[in-house]
């Protein structure tokens, strides 16, 4: 069970006590705090009865105790643990015995002060000796310090066997509070960049037939709050990190990929995160002038590990087009401006006379996804350009219109069941056949002015057999989209590229196949996430199995899933809102809806979103009929 409010974060089991096993523990900026909280009432260890998550930053804890004679088989003790991912922890004991009762109450405390890779590759060092310090417990070592105080003080505190205790007397229907709070020494309690005055996410609602969809919606924002982080040179900029607890630090491609889904909730988040990056763009004289830098992902079997760094670049300037149509103000797009030119200049030098945009570029293969990236980047690109009156808008339109008449031909493998789109293409024209979920970026070719989406990389008939595929049991697990379909040789459930079922792609295959008109498909997959989602308690994470849904059975988690995970919180948001299609174009006033005309989930109204940055609010009836119940003054439904 995962709480946070980045940079804190505490990672526990269901029974509540913390043993120093594993990942658990309070860790704050990567570096755990305190890996042991055990607490010990009259002697024993209280029963767990329940834990929940209360929030995305705080997990209720409930055990029982058995502390009167002849009190029968009823619990006459309850202990309640709040556990909030600022470092504090609430311990509240309850009596409902007939009688008074004194407890002697025990909390054994331990640290190893490791960082959390060193504990997620099982080289952490044992726990350090532990001293006393003011109302409880101190820890130190060359890497940091940390500390525990308590209130009420502890009547005895042993640093020898680092245990703070407390003689309690509780009268019938009586209660009593310990708060421990767990810091590196001499600071102060976590300051959640998501926990500021004014949030970048609007706090938009859900209702409707489905049980499911306020749970998820509430759930993704929650997470997606969570998970944010300061630019620390520039506080005002805010970003997501990718995910805990493996990934608490920003990842460009993923930040950029939340920021685009999250867009309905405002445009505030994309800012902070097309800042942040363009401060770390590659400057001239480099070869690689213009390129937000990123790591090297596994891209799965029979492919090279893929750019991360060439997703981002290419994503940057289709977020900041896009933030523009949802209502990002002219003067944000102006101060932005130059660092998308700076990525569409790359894109052009790097492609100079050939048509694909190789991945990675020394030596890699012409990715499918790739070029999608790619092309959505210059036709948006250029729409960007043109209405900022800046030049280079013609050159990007040319280059994308030869990238589609290309790509039709030379990605598509030719199949007795109707073909499919190559996963990739090698420099000498060999094609990799395999069919895996990056092909759904062919089915989100971006959102131009008015309601109009760009054109795709795939015609009418190609994109109908693509449709086909996914929305057939190789592809569709009944839980969501399989990364890589069954019928490869290299299909493994478990494979993070190799089968499993990633929430981002299966997110971009519903709004792609719901826009360009495959509901069905589009339904089969939306109902199955929604189902994983109930199943994970609306968190959902990262990827889970991409085994088969029968009856009785439910999603099977991956080992190595963020969970929360920005990518996956931010999919919440899109799935809903594909639900209404609306598309805004802000700069001229108005907002066209392309509901999903089956109405899959019955009934569904959000509230609350954010369009021209006011709240916007949309109901889908039952019949697929889409009503606007609240928007800017001005802002115009277009037909």
């Known amino acids: 069970m995962i709480c946070l409010a980045l940079p804190g974060l505490v990672i526990s089991t269901e029974q509540g006590q913390l043993t120093g096993r594993g990942l658990e523990g309070y860790y704050r900026a990567g570096r755990r705090l305190l890996s042991r ?14 834990a929940r998550m209360a929030a995305a930053d705080r997990v209720r804890f409930v055990g029982t105790l058995r502390v009167s004679p002849y009190a029968g088989p009823d619990p006459d003790v309850v202990v309640e643990r709040i556990r909030h991912a600022d470092g ?19 909390v054994a405390l331990g640290t190893d002060l490791a960082d959390l890779g060193a504990i997620a590759s099982g080289t952490a060092g044992p726990e350090l000796p532990a001293s006393v310090h003011d109302s409880g417990l101190r820890w130190s070592c060359s890497a940091g310090t940390s500390s525990v105080t308590a209130a009420p003080p502890p009547a005895d505190a042993l640093a020898s066997a680092g245990l703070l205790r407390w003689d309690v007397e509780l009268p019938p229907g009586g209660s009593t509070t310990v708060e421990l709070r767990v810091r590196p020494d001499g600071a102060g309690p976590v300051r959640a960049a998501g926990r500021a005055t004014t949030s970048p996410l609007a706090a938009a609602r859900a209702t409707g037939d489905h049980p499911g969809a306020p749970a998820l919606l509430r759930t993704s924002i929650e997470d997606l709050q969570a998970l944010l982080l300061r630019d620390p040179a520039h506080p005002s900029d805010r970003y997501l990190a990718a995910g805990a607890p493996w990934r608490c630090g920003l990842a460009p491609a993923e930040a950029l990929a939340a920021a685009r889904m999250a867009l309905p909730l405002g445009t505030r988040l994309a800012t902070g995160t097309l800042r942040t990056l363009a401060r770390t763009q590659i400057p001239a004289p480099d070869a690689r002038s213009g390129m937000i830098p990123g790591p090297l992902r596994d891209a799965g079997p029979r492919l090279p590990p893929a750019c991360t760094a060439t997703e981002a670049t290419l994503l940057f300037p289709v977020l900041l087009a896009e933030a523009r149509r949802w209502g990002l103000p002219e003067h944000e797009t102006e101060e932005l401006l130059p660092a998308a030119e700076r990525c569409l200049t790359w894109l052009r030098a790097t492609v100079g006379d050939g048509t694909y945009l190789y991945d990675p570029q020394t030596e890699g293969p012409a990715r499918c996804e790739t070029q999608a990236h790619a092309h959505r980047a210059a036709v948006l690109g250029a729409d960007l350009l043109d209405a900022c009156g800046r030049p280079g808008g013609d050159g990007l339109r040319q280059w994308a219109k030869a990238l589609r008449n290309a790509f039709r031909e030379d990605f598509w493998v030719e199949h007795p069941g109707g073909g499919r789109p190559a996963a990739a293409r090698a420099p000498d024209g060999r094609l990799v056949a395999r069919l895996g979920a990056s092909v759904v970026h062919l089915l989100d070719p971006g959102l131009l002015g008015g ?20 929305g057939g049991p190789v592809m569709d697990s009944g839980w ?31 709004a792609g196949l719901a826009a360009a008109g495959y ?43 963020c969970r929360p995970a920005a990518t996956s919180a931010a999919a919440g948001v899109l799935l809903l809102t594909t639900l209404t299609g609306i598309r805004p174009d802000a700069p001229v006033g108005t907002v066209t ?3 999903v005309r089956s109405a899959p989930l019955g009934e569904i109204g959000l509230t609350g979103l954010r369009v021209a940055g006011t709240p916007f609010s949309v109901r889908v009836s039952r019949l697929g009929v889409a009503m606007v119940e609240e928007a800017a003054a001005g802002l115009q439904l277009r037909a």
């Open 593 to 595: 809806l392309r509901p």
């Open 37 to 50: 909280c055990q607490v010990r009432v009259a002697g024993r260890e209280p029963l767990a009865v329940q």
């Open 88 to 106: 504090t922890e609430r311990i509240t004991l309850r009596s409902t015995a007939p009688r008074p009762v004194r407890l002697p109450v025990e």
């Open 519 to 561: 509901e069905k498909e589009a339904t089969s997959l939306l109902r199955g996430v929604l189902a994983a989602a109930d199943a994970f308690g609306h968190r959902l994470p990262e990827m889970y199995a991409g085994e088969p849904r029968t009856d009785g059975n439910a999603p099977v988690p991956h080992p190595a899933a």
């Open 480 to 510: 969501g989209l399989r990364g890589l379909g069954t019928k490869e040789a290299e299909y493994n459930p478990f494979g993070h590229r190799g089968g499993a079922v990633r929430v981002q792609e299966t997110a971009v295959a519903v």
């Open 451 to 470: 309601g109009e989406l760009a054109p795709g990389l795939l015609d009418k008939v190609r994109t109908e057999q693509l449709a086909r595929l996914l």
